[in-house]
């Protein structure tokens, strides 16, 4: 007797269902003619069949099913069900959650412990250098504090906290931009130990005089002198700073005050490092002038200073600190360059400039940085965990994407936070931090691609632990490649300064590298690319060509690779990193 209203109940269901699929049809078909106008009716129907019966069939079961649903709710006895079924869905996705955030917690700390007791640390605070006072900090001398308040508020905020105010003094100046030229982007170029070239002052002479009619920036004299001495008056702006500097860096300790416990770790700023490239800039240019003017015994000074600075930011466990001063010793090394192609330098300035060199280790900066930088990615997620504020993702000048990410980081579970950490430092241990032999002295540029290509190759596959690897990791072997050439040229230039010291000696090179340790230079130091003895020959006008295979691992016969078209940058990945003077 029940099955003729269920029979109703099915064909009532039924209708509705083939009355709305016949609707959205008719709708549809008109619809699909309009993209083409040389389509005849029956072309055009039968085209955007497949799709309008799609559509149709989907859209009367998401209608008709939903209806169902409502009108089945109507009942207190199935709606109780409803409740209790989605109580129990609800209850399964917190254990779930609960769960992996317990399984992916337990497999990062893991893999953190056994790390730590290899030696790793990664807590920012702990790789930070330590604390030092600031009555024998170089980096605390009155002209860095002056210069910071006065340049930077916010970052001096950050610095030296929220009283701007020494002794009632508030208009700081800052002296330390120490710019060469009017605008930072206009003026000669100078010489380039990459390319064999020396530095032409007269350019220089002739910018600061023209420049002159327009500003009186640079000071001039009436009349010219020679290159160098105009050079040197232009720049004696920046000697009462220059002096300040020199005696504040004869203090023991060099530390700037960077607030490593920041929050968020993003935000850390380090408005030090700009003013450490222009400081670095004006010495260069002074110490060449100084060269070029017979003042070797000054030239020295700028070139010592020049170390200071960069070792200030030696221990800043920061990538972009070790970057800084990477593009600082390019700079440095001009004047050096330029002294020994002249032969300028005497055995007691070549050998305080050795003991300068020897004390730098580029290689294990980097790995130095490149642990400060695992420890600031796993700082900046875990403030990402614990906030969701995700400030250091905005670059819009609104907050609006700025609240909409701040919202998704506070959904996410905890795993996902965990993964993400657990899978960026997997990926620092294997790859970014072992592809450089400290002990050794050297990097493979081969294990350089390779395990740059594994990193890739795990990160190309987008999952939810691996997003915040995509978006904080650096990338390694751009760095580990400044970093090696850096250092082979710390090498090299030691090593022409024991060529320099034999040439001193006996009026001439020696024909072989072996006759200079251990009297000249305590070891002579190997190929940083593949551990072989560096290539060395005489030339025909009586000088040398001293050399690195480079980053292509190939001997190139000591030439150097153009970046481009032109030699106004040097290509590093191809040819050899070369040392040589230029023709007589």
Same mark, same amino acid.
């Given at each position: 007797?029940?099955?003729?209203?269920?029979?109703?109940?099915?064909?009532?269901?039924?209708?509705?269902?083939?009355?709305?699929?016949?609707?959205? *049809?008719?709708?549809?078909?008109?619809?699909?003619?309009?993209?083409?106008?040389?389509?005849?009716?029956?072309?055009?129907?039968?085209?955007?069949? %497949?799709?309008?019966?799609?559509?149709?069939?989907?859209?009367?079961?998401?209608?008709?099913?939903?209806?169902?649903?409502?009108?089945?709710?109507?009942?207190?006895?199935?709606?109780?069900? $409803?409740?209790?079924?989605?109580?129990?869905?609800?209850?399964?996705?917190?254990?779930?959650?609960?769960?992996?955030?317990?399984?992916?917690?337990?497999?990062?700390? /893991?893999?953190?412990?056994?790390?730590?007791?290899?030696?790793?640390?990664?807590?920012?605070?702990?790789?930070?250098?330590?604390?030092?006072?600031?009555?024998?900090?170089?980096?605390?001398?009155?002209?860095?504090?002056?210069?910071? =308040?006065?340049?930077? %508020?916010?970052?001096?905020?950050?610095?030296?906290?929220?009283?701007?105010?020494?002794?009632?003094?508030?208009?700081?100046?800052?002296?330390?931009?120490?710019?060469?030229?009017?605008?930072?982007?206009? @003026?000669?170029?100078?010489?380039?130990?990459? =390319?064999?070239?020396?530095?032409?002052?007269?350019?220089?002479?002739?910018?600061?005089?023209?420049?002159?009619?327009?500003?009186?920036?640079?000071?001039?004299?009436?009349?010219?002198?020679?290159?160098?001495?105009?050079?040197?008056?232009?720049?004696?702006?920046?000697?009462?700073?220059?002096?300040?500097?020199?005696?504040?860096?004869?203090?023991?300790?060099?530390?700037?005050? *960077?607030?490593?416990? $920041?929050? %968020?770790?993003?935000?850390?700023?380090?408005?030090?490092?700009?003013?450490?490239?222009?400081?670095?800039?004006?010495?260069?240019?002074?110490?060449?002038?100084?060269?070029?003017?017979?003042?070797?015994?000054?030239?020295?000074?700028?070139?010592?200073?020049?170390?200071?600075?960069?070792?200030?930011?030696?221990?800043?466990?920061?990538?972009?600190?070790?970057?800084?001063?990477?593009?600082?010793?390019?700079?440095?090394?001009?004047?050096?360059?330029?002294?020994?192609?002249?032969?300028?330098?005497?055995?007691?300035?070549?050998?305080?400039?050795?003991?300068?060199?020897? /004390?730098?280790?580029?290689?294990?900066?980097?790995?130095?940085?490149?642990?400060?930088?695992?420890?600031?990615?796993?700082?900046?997620?875990?403030?990402?965990?614990?906030? @969701?504020?995700?400030?250091?993702?905005?670059?819009?000048?609104?907050?609006?994407?700025?609240? $909409?990410?701040?919202?998704?980081?506070?959904?996410?579970?905890?795993?996902?936070?965990?993964?993400?950490?657990?899978?960026?430092?997997?990926?620092?241990?294997?790859?970014?931090?072992?592809?450089?032999?400290?002990?050794?002295?050297?990097?493979?540029?081969?294990?350089?691609?390779?395990?740059?290509?594994?990193?890739?190759?795990?990160?190309?596959?987008?999952?939810?632990?691996?997003?915040?690897?995509?978006?904080?990791?650096?990338?390694?072997?751009?760095?580990?490649?400044?970093?090696?050439?850096?250092?082979?040229?710390?090498?090299?230039?030691?090593?022409?300064?024991?060529?320099?010291?034999?040439?001193?000696?006996?009026?001439?090179?020696?024909?072989?590298?072996?006759?200079?340790?251990?009297?000249?230079?305590?070891?002579?130091?190997?190929?940083?690319?593949?551990?072989? %003895?560096?290539?060395?020959?005489?030339?025909?006008?009586?000088?040398?060509?001293?050399?690195?295979?480079?980053?292509?691992?190939?001997?190139?016969?000591?030439?150097?690779?153009?970046? @481009?078209?032109?030699?106004?940058?040097?290509?590093?990945?191809?040819?050899?990193?070369?040392?040589?003077?230029?023709?007589?």
């Amino acid at each position: 007797m029940n099955e003729e209203p269920k029979n109703n109940w099915t064909k009532s269901w039924l209708y509705a269902w083939l009355i709305i699929f016949a609707v959205v *049809v008719a709708i549809l078909i008109p619809l699909s003619l309009t993209a083409d106008n040389n389509r005849s009716v029956t072309k055009g129907v039968i085209d955007a069949f %497949p799709e309008i019966m799609v559509i149709g069939i989907v859209t009367a079961s998401v209608i008709v099913g939903l209806w169902v649903f409502i009108l089945w709710l109507r009942c207190w006895k199935n709606f109780r069900k $409803f409740l209790f079924a989605l109580a129990c869905l609800f209850t399964l996705l917190l254990l779930a959650y609960a769960e992996e955030d317990w399984r992916t917690k337990r497999a990062l700390e /893991k893999f953190m412990s056994q790390q730590e007791a290899k030696g790793e640390q990664f807590d920012l605070l702990s790789i930070a250098p330590p604390a030092v006072p600031d009555d024998q900090n170089f980096a605390m001398a009155p002209i860095w504090v002056e210069s910071l =308040k006065a340049s930077n %508020p916010k970052a001096a905020q950050q610095f030296f906290g929220t009283n701007y105010a020494e002794d009632g003094q508030t208009d700081f100046v800052d002296r330390l931009s120490m710019s060469t030229t009017y605008n930072d982007q206009d @003026g000669p170029a100078l010489g380039s130990w990459q =390319k064999a070239t020396l530095t032409d002052l007269r350019p220089w002479q002739d910018y600061y005089r023209q420049l002159a009619s327009k500003t009186k920036l640079f000071p001039v004299p009436l009349s010219p002198q020679s290159p160098a001495q105009d050079v040197l008056l232009a720049l004696s702006k920046y000697d009462p700073a220059i002096e300040e500097l020199r005696q504040a860096s004869a203090l023991p300790y060099a530390q700037f005050s *960077v607030d490593y416990a $920041f929050q %968020p770790p993003a935000e850390i700023l380090l408005p030090h490092l700009a003013k450490l490239r222009r400081v670095d800039g004006a010495l260069n240019l002074r110490a060449i002038a100084e060269l070029q003017n017979g003042q070797t015994d000054k030239a020295l000074a700028d070139i010592k200073l020049s170390f200071r600075l960069m070792d200030s930011a030696r221990l800043e466990p920061f990538l972009i600190s070790h970057l800084v001063r990477l593009a600082m010793w390019q700079t440095t090394l001009q004047p050096i360059y330029e002294g020994l192609a002249n032969h300028q330098w005497s055995g007691a300035q070549l050998t305080d400039m050795d003991s300068q060199l020897a /004390k730098i280790d580029f290689l294990a900066d980097y790995q130095h940085s490149l642990a400060g930088e695992q420890a600031l990615e796993f700082a900046n997620t875990e403030y990402l965990r614990r906030t @969701g504020n995700a400030s250091m993702f905005d670059y819009s000048d609104g907050n609006h994407n700025d609240q $909409f990410k701040s919202l998704v980081f506070r959904l996410l579970p905890g795993a996902f936070f965990y993964q993400n950490e657990l899978t960026m430092l997997q990926l620092n241990q294997e790859y970014a931090l072992s592809i450089v032999d400290v002990q050794g002295h050297s990097v493979s540029p081969s294990v350089v691609q390779k395990d740059n290509e594994a990193e890739s190759k795990v990160l190309s596959h987008l999952s939810y632990g691996t997003v915040m690897a995509r978006w904080l990791l650096p990338s390694f072997g751009t760095a580990v490649k400044k970093s090696a050439y850096a250092q082979e040229f710390v090498d090299l230039a030691r090593v022409a300064i024991a060529l320099e010291r034999y040439r001193r000696n006996t009026g001439v090179y020696p024909d072989s590298l072996d006759v200079l340790a251990p009297n000249l230079i305590d070891e002579v130091p190997h190929d940083v690319i593949n551990g072989d %003895p560096l290539h060395y020959h005489h030339t025909n006008d009586g000088r040398f060509i001293l050399y690195s295979v480079g980053w292509n691992q190939k001997d190139d016969g000591g030439k150097i690779s153009a970046n @481009g078209h032109s030699f106004s940058t040097v290509d590093i990945n191809q040819g050899d990193w070369v040392w040589r003077y230029p023709a007589n």
